[in-house]
């Protein structure tokens, strides 16, 4: 897979007339020189973090409680979880399909070009084919035999 990177550069909070307030997180994930930016609240890299221990060992997620919601506390907390997934992607060679989902990264099995073409035992040996120019000869000629003798038989 190749490289991800992720920050977390800010953070809000919101205010629900049906809950307490909560913090959110924004996080930026770059791919393949693509960037897309989600939003996470603490509980799911909770939730997250309660699912990687079934498959990794995942580093510890900053602490669950908060004494108060001064901007230096949840500025620390942002850092943590910065670092957190950091550590997760820096760790594992491979990423479980859990901590893909969260960074909403679509992924694919990790299997070999020839085949995902639907032939697993086709493994092509580029010196056992002519030249580009030779291959577009052929190509050539069967295409004018075609129009101009389609009732010629090939040997």
């Given at each position: 897979m190749p490289p991800i990177?992720?920050?977390i550069p800010s953070f809000r909070s919101e205010i629900s007339s049906l809950e307490k307030g909560y913090t959110v997180f924004k996080i930026d994930v770059l791919m393949n020189g693509r960037q897309h930016a989600i939003e996470k609240r603490y509980s799911e890299f909770h939730?997250?973090?309660?699912m990687l221990k079934k498959s990794i060992k995942p580093p510890e997620v900053p602490s669950k409680h908060v004494r108060n919601w001064v901007p230096k506390v949840l500025e620390q907390r942002r850092h943590g979880l910065e670092l957190y997934l950091q550590t997760i992607i820096m760790e594992n060679e491979v990423?479980?399909?859990i901590f893909l989902d969260f960074l909403n990264i679509r992924h694919f099995?990790?299997?070999p070009k020839t085949e995902s073409c639907g032939s697993p035992n086709l493994h092509l040996n580029p010196s056992l084919?002519?030249?580009l120019d030779t291959f577009a000869n052929v190509v050539s000629e069967g295409v004018i035999h075609g129009v101009f003798y389609?009732?010629?038989q090939p040997r």
């Open positions: 990177r992720v920050s939730a997250l973090h309660k990423l479980p399909k099995p990790s299997v084919f002519p030249s389609p009732d010629l």
